[in-house]
């Protein structure tokens, strides 16, 4: 699963560098747990509790407030 997430991030990142400054992107490094929990989801059937969808927004929100104003 690991290697999955991984890639996934990747190529996410190799797009974002045609797009973005460095530090920009470096906040979106934490979309990869975020991948993670929705790969898992819906290849393994793990449940999305509360805490866990609490806890990717609060992720989400911190890539957005990053991006916003950087």
Same mark, same amino acid.
């Given at each position: 699963?690991?290697?999955?997430?991984?890639?996934?991030?990747f190529?996410?990142?190799?797009? %974002?560098?045609?797009?973005?400054?460095? @530090?920009?992107?470096?906040?979106?490094?934490?979309? *990869?747990?975020? +991948?993670? &929990?929705?790969?898992?989801?819906?290849? %393994?059937?793990?449940?999305?509790?509360? @805490?866990?969808?609490?806890?990717?927004?609060?992720? *989400?929100?911190? +890539?957005? &407030?990053?991006?916003?104003?950087?």
């Amino acid at each position: 699963m690991g290697v999955a997430v991984n890639a996934i991030a990747f190529v996410l990142r190799a797009e %974002l560098f045609q797009r973005y400054s460095v @530090s920009t992107i470096s906040a979106f490094l934490f979309t *990869s747990p975020i +991948i993670g &929990l929705f790969l898992s989801h819906w290849l %393994l059937g793990d449940p999305l509790t509360w @805490s866990v969808g609490l806890g990717g927004a609060v992720v *989400s929100f911190g +890539i957005f &407030l990053v991006y916003r104003f950087t």
